[in-house]
């Protein structure tokens, strides 16, 4: 999952870009409405978590924006004021839901989760495939009832490949997934090594990921 930070109190942003690193999501962060649309403009993300007060616009003028242009992120939106008309307002221009400052490193983790997954194939809070079971809260997987071993970046590849079991995601798409701007050292073909781990670990099992040429990758059951 790969998230959009729009906040200028850098403690803030820091703060829940560290807590989101740690649940396998790659996160980028803009200080100002400028600097969130030049990333919007060249990177597609999950989720963006967007402040209300920021230096040079409103936080509402940016989501009015990007959904006058089609861009349909699901976005939770941030504020240390936010009134019932603030909130109906932001509502009506397309938020997707909304946190009032100070909250809850853990709350925000899983109403993010929760945008992502109402956009997701598979919804529930344990994905399933066959005798394979992931439940993205604990970055954990088991295959016909045996832990698996999973660093946290093959744990968001898998839950990615599982959100989306109907379609072959490409290479690109599994690296936005996984790696921040902060990671421009890494190359889009790392992936075929995360995916070559995924395969050893799902070994000897129904549950396969296959390769589609020119197209991307899908997990299949073949059981």
Known sequence: MRVLIVEDAADVSEAIAIRLGKFGMACDIADTCDSAEDYLAVQRYDVVVLDINLPDRNGTELLQDMRA??????????????????????????????????FDQRELEAR??????????????????????????????????????????????LELLLR???TPLSKKRLYDGLFAFEDADVGVNAIELYIARLR??????????ETRRGVGYRICNDG
């Open 112 to 157: 993010l989760r929760a945008l992502v997954r109402r956009e997701a194939e598979q919804k529930s809070d344990v994905v399933t495939l066959g005798p394979l079971k992931f439940s993205p809260a604990g970055l954990s997987a088991t295959l016909e009832g045996v832990p698996l071993n999973l660093t946290r970046r093959e744990a968001t590849l």
């Open 164 to 166: 989306n079991q109907k």
């Open 200 to 209: 050893k670990k799902l070994a000897d099992s129904s549950i396969s990921i």
């Open 69 to 102: 242009s089609g861009n349909r992120t699901p976005v939770l939106m941030l504020t240390a004021l936010f009134s019932v008309d603030d909130r109906v307002t932001a509502l009506d221009l397309g938020a997707d839901d909304y946190l009032i400052k100070p």
